[in-house]
């Protein structure tokens, strides 16, 4: 049974806090949003690893993918997070693909506490809807897209610390749960 949201969080051991916090999940997923108020909630600093890649690399992420090409993003998002996992401890969202690669994946297990942010379809498609920024969806169906990356990229996100769902329910039944679950963790 879902706790009211309302309701006092769940003591979270202050070990948590000693390690980043990655979130990992599809477009949609939620990893933005919930990630700054979970971040809230810990008393973590958070980024959001879309936003540092567009400041480090002067351009947005719709430019990259444009210019570039896929490769060369996922090479600068590698980079981009491995230089925030160094640092101090933090809440991290990543884009939707960065877990996929090998060795961002391993980095992110080896130094952080990984959440996958897992939601149906028919939730993330609703939630892409109210955006027209992301490059792999350009002049395509959202649906189709989101299923074909999930097929790709479910298995792989299972290989989190932790999956946690995140229903159409507002964000905050989602850091709640996340709270829940740290509360409970023994890494």
Not at 30 to 55: P, Q, Y
Not at 69 to 96: K, N
Not at 141 to 170: F, M
Request: net charge positive.
């Amino acid at each position: 049974m879902t706790r009211n949201p309302k309701s006092p969080a769940p003591a979270v051991p202050p070990a948590i806090r000693e390690r980043s916090i990655v979130l990992v999940g599809l477009m949609g997923s939620g990893k933005s949003t919930i990630g700054r108020r979970l971040a809230d909630r810990l008393k973590m600093r958070f980024a959001d690893a879309d936003d540092e890649i567009e400041r480090a690399a002067g351009m947005t992420i719709s430019d990259i993918f444009a210019r570039f090409g896929e490769a060369h993003f996922r090479d600068g998002e590698r980079r981009v997070i491995a230089r925030l996992l160094a640092g101090r401890p933090l809440v991290l969202a990543t884009g939707g693909g960065a877990f996929i690669n090998e060795e961002t994946r391993a980095l992110i297990l080896k130094d952080s506490l990984c959440i996958w942010l897992d939601a149906d379809i028919p939730t993330l498609v609703e939630r892409v809807a109210r955006r027209s920024h992301r490059p792999l969806l350009k002049d395509r169906d959202p649906g189709e897209v989101l299923r074909e990356l999930a097929a790709v990229r479910n298995p792989i996100y299972a290989e989190a610390h932790l999956r946690i769902s995140s229903a159409s329910k507002p964000h905050e039944h989602t850091v709640r749960a996340i709270l829940e679950a740290l509360s409970q963790w023994k890494s």
